[in-house]
Every structure is written in C-alpha cells, then in structure tokens.
C-alpha cells in the first residue's frame, strides 16, 4: 500500500509513477539480502543517467543535516558541482564493499572511464537492529546486481534494497519515493525523491498534521529494547529534469528537512541525515584530459527568484515518500528474534478520519 491508495490527503500534484523515476533517464535497482535468522539488508543503486550514460555528469549538491552517517564522494562533488556514477544506499558496515562495486562495475562496463580515477558516492544507515551489520554479506557482487537491475518505472518500496533491514519511527520502514510536477512558464518539469528512512521515535511520528505516534504507542519492541530512541540515519536523494546551478542544488537539498519534519522528526543525534540533489538538465563533457581545443560547457538555469515551487516540491515528496516507506514495509522479525513491527493501516485511518 502507498499514502495516497490509503486515501492520505497530501499536497501537490505527482508524477506518472510518483517516483524519483519520473525523472527522465532515472533508474532504481536493488538487491534484497534476506537469509536465515540474521541477515536483512542489501544494496538500492540509483542511476542519474541510466546505464548507458551514467559517466555524463550531472549538477548536483549536498547537505548535512546531521553528520552522524556517510555518504561518501561528497569532496569532489563540492569542489566541482558535479555527480557522475551510480549513487549506491546501503547499511553503514557495507561501505566498502558496495564503493568496490561500483568500480568493478565501471571496469565492465567503460573500461576507459575506470581508466581514470572513480569516486563512487556510497550512502548508509545502520540497520543493526535486525540485521548481523558486522557480517560480511554485503559483497561487491551485490553492488553490481543492484546497478544492473535498476530500471525507469515503478519501482518497489518497502523492506527492499539498502532499506531491508531499516526502521522508521520504531515501525518497520525501508525504501520509499515520491515525485511533483512543477509547471514553469510554458514548460513542465518534475522534482523526484528516494528515501532510505531509518529514523525517528515513536511518539514523533506525525501524519497529515495529526500527530499519531503517541495513539500508536503500544506494541514497541524496538524502543522497549536498548535501541536508542530516534536512532538509525536517513539519507534522501532529490532528482530532478530542472536546469539548476550546483547552489540551487544544494537549496533543494536543504529543503529535505522540512520534509522530514512534517513527519514529525527532530533530529535524533544518533541520526545520521545526509541529502544529495541533483539536475539532469544540463548535460556536461563527461571528465576526460581535453585533446585539442578544450572548449567550453554551458549552463542555462532556472533563476534564483523564482525556485520556491521547487522548494515545495522537494519538501512535499520527501514527506510523501518516508510514508510509502512506511506503508509499503510488512512486519519483519530478524537478527537475535527482534522484531519491527508494520504500522497498523486500519488503526492509522481511525485515527485520520
């Protein structure tokens, strides 16, 4: 189930799929790691370009909310204002081997482009709490099936990919996207969102306005553990067809927060919440030694007065999506018998009605 078939009256008119994937050329792949008692986790992959031309950059920016978290590549994005490679999501102990990923995998696929040196940006958030975070099962192969898996369309939320073993709210949480349409003069452009949702305390959960965490209360194994209250990290990626300047990315990106709070969040410490925008809008010269005549990129974008429709755009499809997240994950139970609980469906209708 998603917010909007549960009949959630959320703002702003979305895209075809109401995915990050409305975005033209944007593809999600994921692979899910559910096996025995211990092991609930994986790998979402997102590609900015797709496949076949993931090596063209993009203008993008970053924004830490909290820095208690990774996302790796973030240097050489603020020095350049440019993404390029798959932009991988999983738990914060698979760092390595899902960065090893996406090298191997360019080394398959443009062996030219692995030629030179590779700063994939790899994101986590912990999913200790049922998942055995310290095991080695995340592997490099596992980064690669996701890449090679992703696609354009509807795409799956819930307890898949990175967001398998995550929780929200001290429910069962995971992977969730949302998109809105932006009318811009005579053109039309759309702003997408992927959350991995991992974070926030139970009385916080806030939805539609109504703050419905403390009515929900009972049945918390999560927070009646030693878990701390709120921990777990978010990490958001804004997509969007918009022409921007790497600055009006990172404006986009300090909007998630207000999308997260409308969910009720405060912003827990042991949150790690790190958000990356980008724009396919401008293509650029992909990075190569210039042979000859360097030339010149070009950028055309959308002025500084008139971005507030984007603005809220980026805060109303990151509310959406931390709900598909929690609307779409099914109770799971996992490393040492803990169990995540769904959010009750028929209990959260009562109470918004």
């Known amino acids: 189930m998603r917010a909007r078939e549960l009949g959630l009256r959320l703002r702003g008119r979305t895209g075809r799929h109401n995915a990050i994937t409305d975005v033209a050329g944007v593809e999600v792949g994921y692979t899910t790691l559910i096996e025995g008692d211990d092991v609930r986790t994986g790998v979402t992959a997102i590609l900015p ?10 203008i993008a920016e970053w924004f830490s909310l909290n820095g208690n978290g990774e996302m790796t590549g973030t240097t050489l994005i603020r020095e350049t204002g440019q993404l390029r490679l798959p932009v991988l999501i999983t738990n914060t102990h698979a760092v390595g081997p899902c960065h090893r990923g996406v090298i ?37 192969s596992h980064a690669i099936a996701a890449i090679d898996a992703a696609c354009s369309g509807p795409i799956a939320e819930g307890s898949v990919g990175g967001g ?36 926030g305390a139970r009385n916080e959960l806030t939805i539609c306005g109504v703050p419905v965490g403390e009515a929900l209360g009972d049945d918390n194994p999560i927070e009646e553990s030693d878990w701390k209250s709120g921990a777990g990290s978010v990490i958001a990626v804004i997509a969007t067809d918009a022409p921007f300047l790497p600055g009006q990315c990172a404006a986009l990106a300090r909007r998630v927060p207000m999308g997260l709070a409308r969910t009720g969040t ?41 971005m507030d429709d984007f603005f809220a755009a980026v805060v109303y499809s990151i509310e959406e999506a931390v709900l598909n997240a929690l ?27």
């Not at 370009?49 to 993009?58: L, M, T, W, Y």
């Not at 030179?116 to 975070?133: H, I, K, R």
């Not at 790190?274 to 010149?296: E, H, K, M, R, W």
């Open 49 to 58: 370009r797709g496949k076949a031309d993931f090596d063209v950059p993009c």
């Open 104 to 140: 191997e995998w360019v080394a398959r696929e443009k062996p030219r482009v692995a030629a030179q040196w590779l700063l994939p940006v790899v994101a986590e958030t912990y999913d200790g709490y049922l998942n055995d975070t310290n095991g080695a099962h995340v592997q490099a």
């Open 164 to 199: 398998t073993g995550m929780n929200c709210y001290a429910f069962k949480g995971g992977s969730g996207t949302s998109s809105r349409v932006v009318e811009y003069g005579r053109d039309i452009y759309t702003v997408g969102a992927f959350v991995q949702a991992n974070f």
């Open 266 to 306: 405060t912003g827990s410490h042991f949150s790690g919440d790190i958000f990356l925008a980008f724009s396919t809008a401008n293509v650029q010269t992909p990075s190569v030694y210039p042979v000859g005549d360097p030339g010149y990129d070009h950028l055309r974008h959308v002025p500084w007065n008139r």
């Open 327 to 353: 609307l779409a994950a099914e109770t799971m139970t996992g490393r040492l018998g803990r169990r995540s609980p769904a959010l009750p469906k028929d209990r959260l209708a009562a109470l918004l009605s």
